[in-house]
């Protein structure tokens, strides 16, 4: 059982920031790449960020020079920084990661459950 659990949502004015995390646990064998996704209201889901095992990152145009994903291999986590936040990235914000479980050797997505940021002053 592998579960992703999510934290560091909350309410921010236009021009603020926030650090969401995502920790893994569970029995994980390697996590590949992990990634950030958001979903506004009758919006669908959207992609955000990715940060791939080597480390390189990709970011949605939407929010490139903004946002900022790191991980930490160690403690199985993916972080994501916003700044400056913009009214229009106020969502609920989940998180993925490619984790191969222990004893199997293909990776599964996994999902969080989901963050809310909400931008408003």
């Known amino acids: 059982q592998v579960q992703l659990v999510e934290s560091g949502g909350g309410l921010v004015q236009p021009g603020g920031s926030l650090r969401l995390s995502c920790a893994a646990s569970?029995?994980?064998?390697?996590?590949?790449?992990m990634g950030w996704f958001r979903q506004a209201p009758a919006i669908q889901r959207e992609f955000v960020a990715t940060?791939?095992?080597?480390?390189?990152?990709h970011y949605s145009y939407s929010v490139k020079g903004g946002f900022t994903i790191s991980r930490d291999k160690a403690k199985r986590t993916v972080y994501m920084e916003m700044n400056p936040l913009k009214p229009e990235d106020r969502a609920d914000y989940y998180c993925?990661?490619?984790?191969?479980?222990?004893?199997?050797?293909?990776?599964?997505?996994?999902w969080g459950q989901g963050t809310q940021v909400t931008v408003s002053s």
């Open positions: 993925q990661q490619e984790v191969v479980r222990m004893g199997t050797i293909y990776a599964h997505s996994y």
């Open positions: 569970g029995r994980i064998f390697k996590i590949n790449d």
């Open positions: 940060i791939f095992s080597d480390g390189n990152t």
